[in-house]
């Protein structure tokens, strides 16, 4: 699997989450100059900025620990300019990561959600 297979897969399993948790989907791969933020969820007024980090079998590291702290800042950056353009800025904003790990040979995935972190 390509590198964009396994980000649109992270995506995915992410999206189900929320969606299942009562959230909305307002964008998803939003592309500005300097970023991109990978979903933008809504539920009751609470607008969600999501990076999801995907890797599979055989990846080095787990999904958490290529979140930097570089990442966050751009995504809190992006969050802001996505705000400004749709009109979000009058609610609550939360920053989020969601990784997720395949473990390869049928032995299923982890999904773990880290709300709140920028």
């Given amino acids: 699997m390509d590198r964009y297979a396994a980000g649109r897969l992270g995506e ?3 999206l189900g989450f929320y969606r299942a948790c009562g959230f909305q ?5 939003w592309r500005r100059g300097g970023g991109e933020i990978d979903l933008v969820l809504e539920r009751a007024g609470l607008i969600v900025f999501v990076e999801v ?3 599979g079998p055989g990846s080095l590291g787990s999904a ?3 979140v ?3 990442q966050l800042r751009r995504l809190r950056r992006m969050a ?3 705000c ?3 009109g979000g800025g009058a609610g609550d904003r939360r920053l989020d990561v969601v990784t997720v790990d395949l473990a390869g040979e049928a032995r299923g995935m982890v ?4 709300p709140g972190v920028g």
């Fill in 12 to 14: 995915e399993f992410a």
């Fill in 25 to 29: 989907c307002r964008d998803r791969r």
């Fill in 53 to 55: 980090k995907f890797r």
């Fill in 64 to 66: 958490v620990e290529s």
């Fill in 68 to 70: 930097s702290p570089m």
């Fill in 80 to 82: 802001g300019r996505w």
């Fill in 84 to 86: 400004h353009e749709n």
């Fill in 111 to 114: 999904l773990r959600h880290y």
